[in-house]
């Protein structure tokens, strides 16, 4: 189940367990309990917009799908996928289908991911 089916029914449990609580209770509690329940979802809400409105830092995410071949010779590098170097490099990538990777006279070639 994903997030969001959860969040859609956590809501209707909840909508209903209220429903009920309504029709249970006499009209003067089902006041206090909407009243108490209304500030409750008031200040869950106001902390959602805060916490939406942070910042958070992350860095990218590197997709490579369906590459070529790759073929290197003498002193040479060859890459089919993803090539990713030093500082400040994505945290994920995704490397799919990559294509072959030939190397000769000492070249280097990679299919698939590389971080140097």
């Known amino acids: 189940m994903n997030t969001q089916r959860a969040v859609a029914l956590g ?8 429903a009920v609580a309504f029709l249970v209770v006499s009209p003067g509690q089902a006041d206090h309990i909407a009243t108490l329940f209304s500030a ?3 200040v869950v809400s106001l902390g959602v917009a805060v916490w939406a409105l942070v910042p958070v ?3 990218g995410v590197v997709r490579v799908v369906r590459t070529g071949d790759a073929r290197a010779s003498g002193a040479g590098s060859a890459v089919s996928g993803a090539a990713v170097s030093g500082a400040g490099a994505a945290q994920a990538v995704d490397v799919l289908r990559t294509g072959t990777a030939d190397a ?3 070249g280097e070639a990679t299919s698939g ?3 140097s």
């Open 104 to 106: 000769s006279d000492q």
């Open 57 to 59: 830092p992350r860095r």
């Open 40 to 42: 409750v979802v008031a």
């Open 11 to 18: 809501t209707g449990v909840v909508a209903c367990l209220l």
């Open 113 to 115: 991911f590389r971080r």
